[in-house]
T-cell receptor
Framework: AQSVTQLGSHVSVSEGALVLLRCNYSSSVPPYLFWYVQYPNQGLQLLLKYTTGATLVKGINGFEAEFKKSETSFHLTKPSAHMSDAAEYFCAVNSNFGNEKLTFGTGTRLTIIP | DVKVTQSSRYLVKRTGEKVFLECVQD?????MFWYRQDPGLGLRLIYFSYDVKMKEKGDIPEGYSVSREKKERFSLILESASTNQTSMYLC????????????FGDGTRLSIL
């Protein structure tokens, strides 16, 4: 079984500051890892994903995440926060083995302080 | 641009009613999903479908059923609505064989009174 832990249900950063959203996973097989973003009153959008290969993954809107196997982490970062980044962010995990369903974390709500 | 459309953004129903939530995708995707989103719980998979008339239970199928008569349409049915089914419901689709949703609808916020 796989699981995802997102540390911090709410994160606030100042506009222009570094955004860091934490995600740790548990998986007995090589994981596929995802970040989704949900803007107010909308569904989820895929922000970025790691499957195989390069461990630093770049996504849309200037976000990136790094897969660290030794730390079982896939933290999401953005160098400089923008007001439009205010949203809820979900980390998710599955694998390429069998018909593994995607397991979501509980989400982190990001607030940007002007 | 790809689109997943959920028929209602907001819905209010009464306890015991049979409720239908409709979802249509225009991308010819084989895989479609219904999730439930609750604060502090993230997204939980109710059912998914990998082809017309094919369905699989997710993590929380109790009290729900689904219908997929056409490839583009995936319906979620609450057989006898209860107050604990008040929630946000999200439909999604993907061409990914690995059951990883790529495109989501905007959600239906369902209130059961």
């Amino acid at each position: 079984a796989q699981s995802v832990t997102q540390l911090g249900s709410h994160v606030s950063v100042s506009e222009g500051a570094l955004v860091l959203l934490r995600c740790n996973y548990s998986s007995s097989v090589p994981p596929y890892l995802f970040w989704y973003v949900q803007y107010p009153n909308q569904g989820l959008q895929l922000l970025l994903k790691y499957t195989t290969g390069a461990t630093l993954v770049k996504g849309i809107n200037g976000f990136e995440a790094e897969f660290k196997k030794s730390e079982t982490s896939f933290h999401l970062t953005k160098p400089s926060a923008h007001m439009s980044d205010a949203a809820e962010y979900f980390c998710a995990v599955n694998s390429n083995f069998g018909n593994e369903k995607l397991t979501f974390g509980t989400g982190t709500r990001l607030t940007i302080i002007p | 641009d790809v689109k997943v459309t959920q028929s209602s953004r907001y819905l209010v129903k009464r306890t015991g009613e049979k409720v239908f939530l409709e979802c249509v995708q225009d991308m010819d995707h084989e895989n479609m999903f219904w999730y439930r989103q609750d604060p502090g719980l993230g997204l939980r998979l109710i059912y998914f479908s990998y082809d017309v008339k094919m369905k699989e239970k997710g993590d929380i199928p109790e009290g729900y059923s689904v219908s997929r008569e056409k490839k583009e349409r995936f319906s979620l049915i609450l057989e006898s609505a209860s107050t604990n089914q008040t929630s946000m419901y999200l439909c999604a689709s993907t061409e990914d064989r690995g059951l990883r949703p790529q495109h989501f609808g905007d959600g239906t916020r369902l209130s059961i009174l």
